[in-house]
């Protein structure tokens, strides 16, 4: 298939962006996403990938008969460019590597979290004690739960070849300028074209949701400042077509990102008039005070990862705060917030 978008965008194909170039959508699992877009740009010796997907059998198989509507085969494939290491953009790319040598390359800020997790270190083991600094004990119980339960071997947890940083790649043709954009993760990049006008966001900036804030292996201090101030850098650029990974590739990166300065914005003052309303609160007491996704949800509506997300992105707003001046943060083993 090759139409250029019918039906909802997890919909498998490969769809045209620009001459050689396609987006294939990818499946998840157990994913409230259901879908990574990986895109394919011809390089002349067969295509280079940016992100890879997760390393589950129904997304080789469809990334497979997605390459085959084009005329390529997954050993076609010259090398991936993973926009940050999360399990569903990073883990395929290690699998093809595996089974044909496909070099991957991935943003150097990654090197801590890939590192940790390689290692075979109990993934979220940081994050759990992040999370009970927050006031949330039963989430970082949760979180140990599920390092128990995975094998990083068999998820495909491995170093890339290359540590990408600010600078050009060619690809055929074409020049792709990597942009170093911490804040969803620390090693997180955009790939650029500009003469295309085109902008291989990856999460950093997608159309309809906001990206988590700092969730990773090894968590930033000061996540909010980096993804705003990645966010500013990019806005600085020409205007380009948003093709995000998750989600419909028909936006503009300087509206999208717009929206999310704003989103920010009243999601700030939200999160300071929950601290100043309790006095003295954990990171988890205001996220339970706050309206969650797009359908303003109660926190205790969530399902415990999605609690996870929500009071690891609180903290990071509550971090921002005290970065600015308008909350004093304790130094206690579970660190309460207040106005000084």
Not at 7 to 24: K, S
Not at 136 to 144: I, K, R
Not at 279 to 299: D, N
Not at 300 to 329: C, I, K, S, Y
């Amino acid at each position: 298939m090759t139409r250029a978008g019918a039906g909802a965008w997890t919909e498998p194909g490969a769809f045209p962006i620009a001459p050689g170039i396609h987006r294939l959508p990818l499946p998840l699992r157990d994913d409230g996403l259901k879908g990574v877009n990986v895109y394919a740009i011809e390089d002349g010796d067969g295509v280079a990938l940016i992100d890879g997907g997760w390393a589950i059998p129904e997304a080789f198989d469809v990334l497979a008969a997605s390459l085959n509507s084009i005329g390529y085969r997954p050993a076609d494939i010259t090398r991936t460019f993973v926009t940050h290491a999360h399990i569903d953009h990073y883990t395929l790319a290690v699998w093809l590597r595996t089974e044909y040598g496909t070099p991957v390359a991935v943003g150097r800020g990654e090197r801590d979290s890939l590192t940790w997790i390689a290692g075979h270190g109990p993934r979220h083991r940081l994050q759990a004690a992040q999370l009970i600094e927050a006031g949330a004990p039963h989430l970082a119980e949760f979180m140990s739960r599920d390092d128990a339960a995975a094998d990083p071997v068999a998820e495909c947890w491995e170093l890339p070849d290359v540590w990408l940083g600010e600078g050009e790649v060619k690809v055929g043709q074409r020049t792709l300028r990597v942009l170093e954009t911490p804040g969803h993760t620390q090693g997180h990049i955009v790939l650029y074209l500009g003469e295309e006008e085109l902008m291989f966001t990856g999460d950093q900036i997608l159309p309809h949701i906001t990206p988590s804030i700092g969730f990773e292996a090894v968590p930033q201090q000061q996540p909010l400042v980096s993804f705003l101030d990645s966010l500013g850098r990019v806005r600085q650029l020409p205007d380009a077509r948003l093709l995000p990974a998750h989600g419909p590739a028909d936006g503009r990166v300087h509206a999208r990102i717009d929206e999310l300065v704003e989103h920010h914005r009243r999601r700030l003052e939200q999160t300071r008039s929950a601290a100043a309303r309790l006095t003295s609160s954990t990171a988890a007491e205001v996220a339970e005070q706050l309206p969650w996704t797009r359908h303003e949800r109660a926190f205790a509506e969530l399902d415990p990862f999605n609690q996870t997300l929500a009071v690891t992105e609180t903290r990071a707003h509550l971090a921002f705060l005290v970065h600015q001046g308008e909350l004093a943060a304790s130094a206690d083993d579970v660190v309460l917030y207040a106005v000084p």
